[in-house]
């Protein structure tokens, strides 16, 4: 059974900062997804990584695959207060979407 | 381009009642996938449809049931309402069948059981 963690759960970042959310899968896969979730709201497609060794980034945010290690990464830069939402992986073994638990992320000033 | 939608947004039920979800994909979209999200779960596959056929089932009880329309519509319906059934209900449209291709989320549905 696939297995998606994502850490950490809660994060809690200064305007300006810098840092990593991590998602880790216990099966191959060579594909993976970035969500976005606002309080109350659906998810938003932020990122499709298809192969080992992609990265995509659209403006502060960052996503990488490495399909060897089992694990993405979507790096924060200088963060803002409207990147404030709950952030979630969601692996591709076959069907369905498997999701990690979420990373909640509060940019404070 | 119009984007998923689901109706109702809101919906409040007593236990052992039950509901129905209705699910309008994208445009052209022929597959339908329907996710459960609660605190405590996270987000758990219901099920997926494509072209009228349900492909996929998720580890929900019977009481879970759902169908596609050949316009791609699809409803869920959830029978004996349980307060664990309480959870925003998303459905997700893509092109093709299985998770490889992109899905797109709708707005969800908030069923809240009493």
């Known amino acids: 059974e696939l297995k998606v963690e994502q850490n950490p759960l809660f994060l809690s970042m200064q305007e300006g900062k810098n840092y990593t959310i991590y998602c880790n899968y216990s099966?191959?896969?060579?594909?993976l997804y970035w969500y976005r979730q606002d309080p109350g709201k659906s998810l938003e497609s932020l990122f499709v990584?298809?192969?080992?060794?992609a990265v995509k980034q659209e403006g502060r945010l960052m996503a990488s695959l490495d399909t060897k290690a089992r694990l993405s990464t979507l790096h924060i830069t200088a963060a803002v207060h409207d990147l404030s939402a709950t952030y979630f992986c969601?692996?591709?073994?076959?069907?369905?979407?498997?999701f990690g638990k979420g990373t909640r992320l509060s940019v404070i000033a | 381009k119009a984007g998923v939608t689901q109706t109702p947004r809101y919906l409040i039920k007593t236990r052992g009642q039950q509901v129905t979800l209705s699910c309008s994909p994208i445009?052209?979209?022929?597959?339908v996938s329907w996710y459960q999200q609660t605190p405590g779960q996270g987000l758990q596959f219901l099920f997926e449809?494509?072209?009228?056929?349900?492909?996929n089932k998720g580890n929900f009880p019977g009481r879970f049931s759902g169908r596609q329309f050949s316009n791609s519509r699809s409803e869920m319906n959830v029978s004996t309402l349980e307060l664990g059934d309480s959870a925003l209900y998303l459905c997700?449209?893509?092109?093709?069948?299985?998770?490889?291709?992109?899905?797109?989320f709708g707005p969800g549905t908030r069923l809240t059981v009493t």
């Open positions: 449809y494509f072209s009228e056929t349900q492909r």
């Open positions: 099966t191959t896969s060579d594909r």
């Open positions: 969601a692996v591709v073994v076959g069907t369905p979407l498997v």
């Open positions: 990584l298809l192969s080992n060794g």
């Open positions: 445009s052209g979209h022929r597959s």
């Open positions: 997700a449209s893509s092109l093709a069948a299985g998770a490889r291709s992109e899905q797109y």
